[in-house]
């Protein structure tokens, strides 16, 4: 049984650029959660996917945005990247039948110079 | 405002020893509080999670205590093993559709042989 997985593993961006990260859930999870974790802080929620539309958005710019696709898989969408932007994105999902618990994959460590 | 505050920030125990992380949240609404373990170059990993209509809960060697009058809960490691060595985050969330993790900063613990 896969668990969430995530692409790519690292990203170095340049300053104003665009970046699109991907997620696949684990299997039997329809809800897809994004979160931005800098280095030596705990993950901060940027929002999260279920039925293919945003459900609940966290403190994060418009710049920040996302899509989930029919087989539940999502996209994280950062446009005009800033420096501040550099950090692990991490994918959470989770299923409405399995209760609270929310399942990480590895992250993508983004970079951006 | 940091609603979920973790201490200590780091944590040396020697091999065999008891690993004591302890959180503190303000929003009484939270009801359902996860742990997660996460290793360097890492996600996240679910260790053990508590809702409030129970004061403590074990798994294995893990074992959380939750106090809800003083809005507190932490995470008792027993027989700590080098391999426990990772950074440990607490979390909390308003448990219902829409679960919105809030962790705390994160605790770096390492077990010496």
């Known amino acids: 049984d896969a668990g969430v997985t995530q692409s790519p593993t690292h990203l170095i961006k340049t300053r104003g650029q665009q970046v699109t990260l991907r997620c696949s859930p684990k299997?039997?999870?329809?809800?897809v959660s994004w979160y931005q974790q800098a280095l030596g802080q705990g993950p901060q929620f940027i929002f999260q996917?279920?039925?293919?539309?945003?459900?609940q958005r966290g403190n994060f710019p418009d710049r920040f945005s996302g899509h989930q696709f029919p087989n539940y898989s999502s996209e994280l969408n950062v446009n005009a990247l800033l420096l501040g932007d550099s950090a692990l994105y991490l994918c959470?999902?989770?299923?409405?039948?399995?209760?609270?618990?929310?399942?990480f994959g590895p992250g993508t460590r983004l970079t951006v110079t | 405002q940091q609603q979920v505050k973790q201490s200590p920030q780091s944590l040396i125990v020697q091999k065999g020893g008891i690993s004591i992380i302890n959180c503190a949240y303000e929003?009484?609404?939270?009801?359902?509080f996860p742990w997660y373990q996460q290793f360097p170059g890492k996600g996240p990993a679910l260790l053990i999670a508590?809702?409030?209509?129970?004061s403590e809960k074990k798994e294995g060697r893990f074992t959380i205590s939750f106090n809800k009058s003083a809005k507190q809960f932490s995470l008792h490691i027993m027989d700590s093993q080098p391999g426990d060595s990772a950074t440990y985050f607490c979390?909390?969330?308003?448990?219902?559709?829409?679960?919105?993790?809030?962790f705390g900063k994160g605790t770096l613990l390492t077990v010496n042989p």
């Open positions: 959470a999902s989770s299923g409405t039948t399995g209760g609270d618990e929310q399942y």
């Open positions: 299997s039997g999870h329809d809800t």
């Open positions: 996917y279920y039925e293919e539309e945003e459900r």
């Open positions: 929003n009484t609404a939270f009801d359902y």
């Open positions: 508590i809702r409030p209509d129970v």
């Open positions: 979390a909390a969330s308003k448990r219902g559709s829409i679960v919105k993790l809030t």
